[in-house]
Nanobody, 115 residues
Framework: QVQLVESGGGLVQSGGSLRLSCAAS????????MGWYRQAPGQLRELVSF???????NYVDSVKGRFTISRDNAKNAVYLQMNSLKPEDTAVYYC?????????WGKGTLVTVSS
């Protein structure tokens, strides 16, 4: 059974940092593109960042220069370092694994940024 489990969310003040982790089990992430999505209250889920199997990272414009995605295939995990957080970053953050037509989702971790 494939599981993606996010952790590291919480309450932080504007300008602060958090590091999200996504631990995978029941699958080997090395062949997968791994991504982070977020969904704010009343909003659609949006892609924040993804990293391809070969390690190429991509970011939505609103987080470029502030967020860094990384992967550790040996630990079967992916991370999202979030710096200079803003209130508009408040959302539930979801981990995603994708390989061709196969996709898996975690249950999310809540990030709340206070002003």
């Amino acid at each position: 059974q494939v599981q993606l489990v996010e952790s590291g969310g919480g309450l932080v003040q504007s300008g602060g940092s958090l590091r999200l982790s996504c631990a995978a089990s029941g699958m080997i992430i090395s062949s997968y593109s791994m991504g982070w999505y977020r969904q704010a209250p009343g909003q659609l889920r949006e892609l924040v960042s993804f990293i391809t199997a070969d390690g190429t990272a991509n970011y939505v414009d609103s987080v470029k220069g502030r967020f860094t995605i990384s992967r550790d295939n040996a630990k079967n995990a992916v991370y999202l370092q979030m710096n200079s957080l803003k209130p508009e970053d408040t959302a539930v953050y979801y981990c995603n694994a994708g390989l061709r037509t196969r996709y898996y989702w975690g249950k999310g971790t809540l990030v709340t940024v206070s002003s």
